[in-house]
Protein backbone atom coordinates (compact mmCIF):
# COMPACT_ATOMS: atom_id res chain seq x y z
CA UNK A 1 0.00 0.00 0.00
CA UNK A 2 3.01 2.71 0.83
CA UNK A 3 0.80 5.52 2.00
CA UNK A 4 2.82 9.17 2.42
CA UNK A 5 1.54 11.82 3.87
CA UNK A 6 3.33 15.27 5.09
CA UNK A 7 1.78 16.61 8.24
CA UNK A 8 1.50 20.47 8.90
CA UNK A 9 0.04 22.51 11.35
CA UNK A 10 -1.71 25.82 11.13
CA UNK A 11 0.68 27.73 14.22
CA UNK A 12 2.91 25.80 16.79
CA UNK A 13 2.08 24.17 20.10
CA UNK A 14 -0.89 22.91 18.62
CA UNK A 15 -0.73 19.50 18.86
CA UNK A 16 0.46 18.33 15.98
CA UNK A 17 3.03 15.15 17.13
CA UNK A 18 0.19 13.74 19.28
CA UNK A 19 -2.16 13.81 16.31
CA UNK A 20 0.39 12.35 13.73
CA UNK A 21 1.48 10.14 16.53
CA UNK A 22 -2.36 8.97 16.81
CA UNK A 23 -3.02 8.63 13.14
CA UNK A 24 -0.01 6.03 13.21
CA UNK A 25 -1.58 4.30 16.55
CA UNK A 26 -4.79 3.71 14.26
CA UNK A 27 -2.65 2.34 11.14
CA UNK A 28 -1.43 0.25 13.71
CA UNK A 29 -4.34 -0.72 15.47
CA UNK A 30 -5.59 -1.96 11.95
CA UNK A 31 -2.38 -4.25 11.72
CA UNK A 32 -1.04 -1.84 8.76
CA UNK A 33 3.13 -1.38 9.25
CA UNK A 34 3.99 2.31 10.14
CA UNK A 35 6.95 4.54 9.51
CA UNK A 36 7.68 8.15 10.76
CA UNK A 37 10.44 11.12 10.09
CA UNK A 38 10.44 13.92 12.02
CA UNK A 39 13.59 15.72 9.26
CA UNK A 40 14.46 17.97 11.95
CA UNK A 41 13.86 19.19 15.27
CA UNK A 42 14.60 21.87 17.43
CA UNK A 43 14.45 21.53 21.18
CA UNK A 44 16.57 18.25 21.87
CA UNK A 45 17.88 17.32 25.23
CA UNK A 46 21.13 16.06 26.05
CA UNK A 47 21.38 12.23 27.08
CA UNK A 48 24.07 8.83 26.65
CA UNK A 49 22.85 7.97 23.27
CA UNK A 50 23.17 11.91 21.95
CA UNK A 51 20.50 14.64 21.54
CA UNK A 52 16.94 13.33 21.94
CA UNK A 53 13.59 15.45 20.52
CA UNK A 54 10.40 14.57 22.89
CA UNK A 55 8.41 14.82 19.69
CA UNK A 56 10.51 12.63 17.70
CA UNK A 57 10.40 9.49 20.10
CA UNK A 58 6.60 10.11 20.73
CA UNK A 59 6.59 9.11 17.47
CA UNK A 60 9.37 6.63 17.24
CA UNK A 61 6.88 4.54 20.13
CA UNK A 62 4.15 4.49 17.02
CA UNK A 63 6.46 2.94 14.57
CA UNK A 64 6.05 -0.69 13.75
CA UNK A 65 8.72 -2.26 12.68
CA UNK A 66 11.14 -0.25 14.95
CA UNK A 67 13.29 2.30 13.34
CA UNK A 68 15.94 3.40 15.22
CA UNK A 69 16.09 6.90 16.23
CA UNK A 70 18.90 8.48 13.69
CA UNK A 71 16.39 7.62 11.41
CA UNK A 72 13.20 9.34 12.08
CA UNK A 73 15.21 12.26 13.84
CA UNK A 74 18.35 13.32 11.33
CA UNK A 75 18.71 16.79 12.29
CA UNK A 76 18.58 17.05 16.21
CA UNK A 77 19.10 20.66 17.47
CA UNK A 78 19.10 21.76 20.94
CA UNK A 79 18.22 25.41 21.24
CA UNK A 80 14.09 25.09 21.69
CA UNK A 81 14.07 28.33 18.76
CA UNK A 82 12.78 28.03 15.03
CA UNK A 83 15.03 25.40 13.29
CA UNK A 84 17.10 27.83 11.20
CA UNK A 85 18.01 30.05 14.09
CA UNK A 86 19.23 26.96 15.84
CA UNK A 87 20.69 25.51 12.96
CA UNK A 88 22.80 28.83 12.53
CA UNK A 89 23.69 28.90 16.57
CA UNK A 90 25.01 25.31 15.66
CA UNK A 91 26.76 25.45 12.71
CA UNK A 92 24.89 22.95 11.03
CA UNK A 93 23.20 23.92 7.36
CA UNK A 94 19.78 23.06 6.34
CA UNK A 95 18.46 22.49 3.00
CA UNK A 96 15.97 20.71 1.79
CA UNK A 97 17.74 18.38 -0.55
CA UNK A 98 19.39 16.94 2.68
CA UNK A 99 16.05 16.39 4.48
CA UNK A 100 14.43 15.23 1.89
CA UNK A 101 16.95 12.07 1.55
CA UNK A 102 16.78 11.48 5.05
CA UNK A 103 12.69 11.22 4.80
CA UNK A 104 13.33 9.18 1.37
CA UNK A 105 15.49 6.80 2.91
CA UNK A 106 12.49 5.72 5.75
CA UNK A 107 10.36 5.61 2.42
CA UNK A 108 12.78 2.69 1.34
CA UNK A 109 11.30 0.80 4.40
CA UNK A 110 7.76 0.89 2.29
CA UNK A 111 5.19 0.84 5.67
CA UNK A 112 1.79 1.04 4.86
CA UNK A 113 2.02 4.47 6.01
CA UNK A 114 4.41 6.70 6.45
CA UNK A 115 4.23 10.23 8.36
CA UNK A 116 6.63 13.04 7.98
CA UNK A 117 6.23 15.60 10.24
CA UNK A 118 7.13 19.23 9.77
CA UNK A 119 7.88 21.62 12.56
CA UNK A 120 5.87 24.50 13.30
CA UNK A 121 3.54 25.78 10.32
CA UNK A 122 4.53 25.17 6.61
CA UNK A 123 6.47 28.40 5.78
CA UNK A 124 8.74 27.71 8.91
CA UNK A 125 12.39 28.62 7.42
CA UNK A 126 14.90 26.09 6.45
CA UNK A 127 17.99 28.76 5.43
CA UNK A 128 17.23 32.24 3.91
CA UNK A 129 15.90 30.55 0.64
CA UNK A 130 13.95 27.67 2.09
CA UNK A 131 11.21 26.54 4.12
CA UNK A 132 10.02 23.40 4.81
CA UNK A 133 7.42 23.89 2.66
CA UNK A 134 10.14 23.35 -0.04
CA UNK A 135 10.93 20.40 1.75
CA UNK A 136 7.41 18.71 0.81
CA UNK A 137 7.66 19.88 -2.34
CA UNK A 138 10.44 17.75 -2.97
CA UNK A 139 8.45 14.82 -1.48
CA UNK A 140 5.76 15.59 -3.56
CA UNK A 141 3.25 13.59 -0.86
CA UNK A 142 -0.05 14.56 -0.30
CA UNK A 143 -0.38 17.13 3.08
CA UNK A 144 -2.45 16.48 6.36
CA UNK A 145 -2.93 19.57 8.29
CA UNK A 146 -3.96 19.90 12.27
CA UNK A 147 -5.96 22.87 13.04
CA UNK A 148 -5.31 24.23 16.75
CA UNK A 149 -9.26 24.83 17.21
CA UNK A 150 -8.46 28.26 19.19
CA UNK A 151 -8.89 32.11 18.48
CA UNK A 152 -7.78 32.73 15.01
CA UNK A 153 -7.64 29.36 13.71
CA UNK A 154 -10.26 29.98 11.05
CA UNK A 155 -7.53 32.32 9.34
CA UNK A 156 -4.63 30.44 10.16
CA UNK A 157 -6.13 27.10 8.80
CA UNK A 158 -7.44 28.86 5.51
CA UNK A 159 -4.36 30.91 4.78
CA UNK A 160 -2.55 27.26 5.15
CA UNK A 161 -4.89 25.49 2.95
CA UNK A 162 -4.20 28.12 -0.01
CA UNK A 163 -0.74 27.99 0.61
CA UNK A 164 -0.55 24.10 0.47
CA UNK A 165 -2.58 24.65 -3.19
CA UNK A 166 -0.26 27.38 -4.18
CA UNK A 167 2.70 25.52 -3.66
CA UNK A 168 0.92 23.01 -5.75
CA UNK A 169 0.21 19.98 -3.26
CA UNK A 170 -2.87 18.07 -2.65
CA UNK A 171 -4.64 18.62 1.06
CA UNK A 172 -5.66 15.15 1.83
CA UNK A 173 -7.27 15.62 5.01
CA UNK A 174 -7.61 18.05 8.26
CA UNK A 175 -8.01 17.23 11.90
CA UNK A 176 -9.48 19.67 14.70
CA UNK A 177 -7.40 19.55 17.87
CA UNK A 178 -8.94 21.44 20.60
CA UNK A 179 -6.07 22.78 22.05
CA UNK A 180 -8.15 25.69 24.27
CA UNK A 181 -10.63 24.17 26.56
CA UNK A 182 -12.18 27.66 26.92
CA UNK A 183 -12.70 28.54 23.77
CA UNK A 184 -15.56 30.56 22.51
CA UNK A 185 -18.06 29.07 20.02
CA UNK A 186 -15.78 26.12 19.20
CA UNK A 187 -18.81 24.50 16.96
CA UNK A 188 -19.36 27.29 15.19
CA UNK A 189 -15.75 27.65 14.38
CA UNK A 190 -15.91 24.05 13.71
CA UNK A 191 -19.02 24.81 11.12
CA UNK A 192 -17.09 26.92 9.32
CA UNK A 193 -14.13 25.34 8.94
CA UNK A 194 -15.83 22.23 7.31
CA UNK A 195 -17.62 24.47 4.76
CA UNK A 196 -14.46 26.18 3.60
CA UNK A 197 -11.66 24.04 3.46
CA UNK A 198 -11.98 21.71 0.72
CA UNK A 199 -10.50 18.52 2.09
CA UNK A 200 -12.14 15.97 4.44
CA UNK A 201 -11.94 16.22 8.34
CA UNK A 202 -10.35 12.95 9.69
CA UNK A 203 -11.76 14.03 13.06
CA UNK A 204 -11.88 16.54 15.81
CA UNK A 205 -9.99 15.57 19.11
CA UNK A 206 -11.54 17.04 22.32
CA UNK A 207 -9.73 19.02 25.06
CA UNK A 208 -7.62 15.93 26.20
CA UNK A 209 -5.87 16.66 30.21
CA UNK A 210 -3.57 14.02 28.85
CA UNK A 211 -3.49 13.48 25.47
CA UNK A 212 -1.87 10.25 24.41
CA UNK A 213 -1.39 8.46 21.04
CA UNK A 214 -4.55 5.68 21.93
CA UNK A 215 -6.99 8.44 22.99
CA UNK A 216 -6.35 10.34 20.49
CA UNK A 217 -6.95 7.56 17.79
CA UNK A 218 -10.44 7.12 19.02
CA UNK A 219 -11.29 9.95 17.61
CA UNK A 220 -9.56 9.80 14.08
CA UNK A 221 -11.00 8.17 10.94
CA UNK A 222 -7.97 7.45 8.64
CA UNK A 223 -9.84 5.57 6.25
CA UNK A 224 -9.69 8.53 3.87
CA UNK A 225 -5.49 8.40 4.26
CA UNK A 226 -5.79 4.99 3.11
Request: charged share 20%.
Amino acid sequence: MSKRYFVTGTDTEIGKTTIAAALLHSARQRGLSTAAVKPVAAGCERTAEGLRNEDALALMNECQPPLDYELINPVALEAAIAPHIAAHEEDVTLTADALSAGCKAVFERNADLTLVEGAGGWRVPLNDRQTLADLAGLLAIPVVMVVGMRLGCINHALLTAEAIKADGLVLAGWVANCVDPDMSRPDENLATLKQLIEAPCLGVVPWLEQPSAGSIAAHLDISELL
